[in-house]
């Protein structure tokens, strides 16, 4: 009679480390081992975190007998990255394994580049790197030295098919000699994440009391959202202030189009972890000015560099713009993320926006100076604003007045007419104000109406509140003080709406619930006698 090996739950689902008794071999394994054992090939394995990458080469490593001399290091850690710029000095180096090789800044990567070549043309046996880095870390390397393509290999290693994940779930089961409840929910859940799985079966057996082989076999018996909330309140431990911090920006604007936490949303969809921000922003138009803004302007990198807790877990690449997501922990952390209580808690207004823009500018070409001020004033508050110096590239070989008519008409949420002297001479001026004057009734034109310039020139602007401008007082003061009282009306008609929508959602469940109430008394035993 065989005995069966006790074995201690978390050796088995392991949350760090190399796994031992659930190690799958991911598609790219076979194609890993050729490599390590043809001589002077570098290796680039790129891919998001969690699916194998650091288990698959230390395994591999082992498996081909290169164990002797082995050294490991890390981009993140700066006694390492020394160590990494003096390699080529080095030589014979071994193997040498360098993690999160993206962090590394470019002259140490195009030294890399230059080592590789050198070791690939010579077809030495003493020496054999291997970088390890987030999607396109190739690419990123090759840039330094395109004759590198053909003395290289670069293994993109992606989300595991299901049924690799499924084999790594089994083995664990066989280890523990239990069967998981839950097993297809985690599947679903782990994304092709090999250490997705792990944790959550992890927490699945922490919860069924199930810390080692069961002698005589055993069952767990949990809800996939009972464990997914035992996981989400360990995890928000780590990510709930790092969340928060990043989706606030450096400077939190209440009634702005919040492309931070936008960004973060979307990066939480992405199946590879990893999004372009350019193509996100194309993606959502209404954000896109917003989104643009923080990128093209340095202010997401400096906000990832700022901090070393969200350095942990996100990676920007300035040069492509890409945002990358580096822990798996924080990848499930933001899918099973409420984003409607995390805007709530960060403290925008809402992250319902009726409109495609916040506000249009109209105006008159002698008032630029006025409308542009406004602009990146607006801009800087991240609001979404129509302005047709920054648009002439979409309006290019379009219908002018086609395009117009409705950004004035309805896709504004407020229209911002500078009333100048010149403003009621100009064919574009009279075009675009004959689209919103519906709306003045409404609420939704702002007038700023320059000193020099009679109320009666504008009968209509002159039965709503307006802003003053004296071209002769503090430019920048003015310019302040009216993009406050248009970020506070924007607020105030925003928060309104939200109050609005949820006063009309709880007005429809209650009714709902009424209606089964009355459905469930009459399907009592006896209703209706």
């Known amino acids: 009679m065989s005995v069966v090996p006790v074995l201690q739950m978390q050796n088995v689902f392991v949350l760090s480390g190399t796994p031992e008794h659930t190690f799958v071999q991911p598609v790219e394994y076979t194609n890993l081992l050729v490599a390590l054992q043809t001589a002077g090939r570098s290796i680039v394995i790129e891919g998001p975190s969690g699916i194998g990458k650091t288990s698959s080469v230390n395994k591999a490593i082992a498996e081909s007998g290169l164990t002797g001399h082995v050294v490991s290091l890390s981009a993140r850690k700066k006694s390492d990255i020394a160590i990494i710029c003096d390699l080529a000095t080095q030589l014979p180096l071994g193997t040498v394994v360098i993690d999160d090789f993206h962090r590394l800044d470019d002259r140490i990567k195009k030294e890399l580049a230059d080592l590789m070549k050198t070791l690939a043309d010579e077809g030495t046996n003493h020496s054999k790197l291997i970088v390890i880095g987030i999607p396109n870390a190739g690419k990123s390397l090759i840039s330094f030295g395109k004759d590198l393509t053909n003395r290289i290999e670069v293994l993109p290693f992606e989300a595991n098919p299901q049924y690799k994940v499924e084999e790594l779930l089994s083995l664990g089961e066989r280890a523990l000699n239990i069967s998981l409840n839950i097993k297809e929910e985690i599947i679903q859940a782990a994304q092709g994440s090999f250490y997705i799985a792990q944790m959550l079966a992890y927490h699945t057996c922490i919860r069924s009391k199930i810390l080692a082989t069961a ?217 675009e104000s004959k689209q919103f004057k519906q709306r003045l009734p409404l609420g939704d034109v702002i007038p700023i109406l320059l000193k020099n310039v009679e109320l009666g020139a504008f009968d209509e602007a002159a039965k709503i509140g307006y802003i003053s401008w004296d071209r002769s007082g503090d430019f920048s003061a003015q310019v302040s003080a009216a993009v406050e009282l248009m970020a506070r009306k924007s607020g105030e008609i925003r928060a309104k709406r939200r109050l609005e929508v949820e006063a009309m959602i709880e007005t429809e469940t209650m009714g709902l619930r009424k209606v089964i109430g009355e459905q469930i008394e009459l399907d009592l035993p006896g209703a209706g006698l």
């Open 215 to 431: 002698l005589n076999g055993a069952s767990t018996s949990e809800s996939f959202e009972s464990v997914k909330t035992s996981v989400m309140i360990s995890l928000s431990r780590s990510f709930h202030d790092t969340s928060i911090a990043f989706a606030r920006g450096k400077k939190l604007y209440r009634e702005g189009r919040a492309p931070y936490l936008h960004l973060l949303y979307w990066l939480s969809q992405s199946k590879n972890w990893t999004i372009n921000a350019d193509r996100e922003a194309d993606r959502h138009p209404e954000q896109r000015g917003s989104v643009s803004q923080v990128v093209t302007k340095g202010f997401l990198a400096d906000l990832i560099n700022s901090s070393d807790d969200i350095q942990r877990v996100l990676y920007f690449d300035i040069a492509n713009h890409t945002l990358t997501a580096q822990d798996p922990q924080f990848v499930f952390y933001i899918r099973n993320l409420s984003w409607s209580k995390l805007a709530e808690e960060v403290g925008f207004v809402s992250l319902d926006f009726p409109s495609r823009y916040d506000f249009a500018l109209s105006f008159s070409g002698s008032d630029r100076d006025i409308a542009d001020a406004l602009f990146h004033a607006l801009q800087e508050r991240e609001f979404e604003i129509f302005y047709d110096r920054n648009e002439q590239h979409r309006i290019l070989a379009e219908d002018v007045e086609e395009y117009l008519a409705p950004i004035y008409a309805s896709d504004a949420q407020f229209v911002v007419c500078i009333l100048g002297p010149d403003y009621p001479k100009r064919i574009w001026t009279r075009f």
